[in-house]
């Protein structure tokens, strides 16, 4: 450990949110991150859910040193071949049918700045309607439709956004019995509130196909395929931001192919770059060729960087080669039912829910009441970390407290059985912990 450069680490680093561990780390391979006392840590997060082939694979690490030797950027306007291969790769392999043209850039928020864009400039209108609970990205069109993230302080988002509140099975705004009545009631409420408020001129709907900084929410089909009418009855496009469920991690090549639901724009992010930075915004020829007519402008210094795309494409063959779509269905169901085992033996896990290795538990402090355990959720994860795995805890004062949990694709039964252990070890000593100090 370099005891200088974590002084330096606080005295010349600015803070930006989120918990932050104060050990600074050196490595990743696969499932495990090294901190800097030689610690290894399972890394039951993905790095920022980015990582579904494991960290620094061997073919991402020879994409890069491939693109060293060719071009790692160019002038904007050259289209390097790598990305018009990605294009063509993501279109014939990965896309819905009629979503066919894309365009590269790097990050998530950027990717929804330019399928929020395009949408605006296709319809002439610019009201967005987005869901409680997403996560969209923190740049100044995308932090408006985010309604998971903290959006005080910042002044004035951008005009023409609307929030209806989001299906959620565990906890519905409305109780209308099955979980598919509540998710269509909350659905019918939030349309009429939009049509009630619309100075008419709606542009789009944006969501994730699963709620994931929400709390793992998983809407039923039923309520996707509404939520295409209602697009389509308003003249909106249909945006789905699959920053997290596209490329397998949810056990299905999209989002929009577990739904069975074709939006108008896809953006596509984490899971394409493998850990690098790639993002994608996918649509189809009529919506491009409109958008192009009118002029569409996403001219940045690194759109269609032939680095990005090098390493997009060897994601995807990996995905592919090594079956990793069906492995995370088959691992997600490994994991999910030792999970449930937990479930099992602890009243303090209410839910277990997720599809594939993208998976949320939410914590409560009894079954009955529901009532969200923030201190247990606190608690365990710190414990976590202290035993060797890392695991995200979403935790919002005004919904529950969800262990967000999604290992590599690559995760074995091995690792997946030694992070089990850590959260059964950690739930019973913050359990004891809690019920000691409430006896004192
Ligand atoms: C669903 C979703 N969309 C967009 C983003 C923003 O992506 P980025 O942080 O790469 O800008 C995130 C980030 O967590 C996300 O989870």
Known sequence: MNPALRDAAKEYLVRYGGDVFPNLFVEAR??????????????????????????????????????????????????????????????????PRGLSKSLFVNTGAESNEAALRMAKLHTGGYEVLAVGGSWHGV???????????????????????????????YRPYI??????????????????????????RPAAIIIEP????????????????ALRRAADERGMLLIFDEAQTAFGRIGHKTGAAFHGVTPDIMSVSKTLGGGLPLAGTITTPAIE??????????????????????????????????????????????LRGRLEELQQRYEAIGDVRGEGLLLGVELVQDRESRKPNH??????????????????????????SVWRIAPPLTVSTDEVDRAVAILDQALRESLDEMAVGRAA
Request: charged residues 20%.
């Open 375 to 400: 201190e247990l959720g606190g608690r365990t994860t710190r414990k976590c970390f202290d035993m060797g795995l890392s695991m995200n805890i979403r935790r919002r004062p005004e919904r529950g």
């Open 289 to 334: 060729d409109s958008v192009h007519r009118k002029g569409f402008n996403f001219y940045t210094s690194h759109v269609s960087d032939p680095l990005g795309a090098e390493v997009g494409l060897a994601v995807l063959r990996v995905i592919a080669n090594e079956h990793l779509v069906e492995r995370a269905r088959t691992m997600g169901g490994y």
């Open 139 to 169: 740049t100044g069109g995308t932090s408006s439709v985010s309604f998971a993230s903290d959006r005080k302080g910042y002044g004035v988002p951008v005009p023409g956004v609307f929030v209806m509140p989001e299906p959620n099975a």
């Open 210 to 225: 699963i709620i994931s900084a929400g709390g793992v929410l998983v809407p039923p089909r039923a309520y996707m395929q």
């Open 30 to 95: 696969g499932t495990v991150v090294r901190d800097d006392t030689g610690r290894e840590i399972l890394d039951f997060t993905s790095g920022q859910m980015c990582a579904t082939i494991g960290h620094n694979h061997p073919a991402i690490v020879e994409a890069v040193h491939a693109a060293g030797t060719k071009a790692f950027h160019l002038f904007s306007g050259m289209i390097p071949e790598v990305v018009a291969e990605l294009g063509q790769t993501l279109a014939q392999d990965w896309m």
């Open 175 to 200: 109780n209308a019995g099955s979980e598919e009545e509540s998710a269509l009631a909350c659905l019918e409420l939030g349309l009429k509130m939009f049509d009630m408020q619309s100075s008419g």
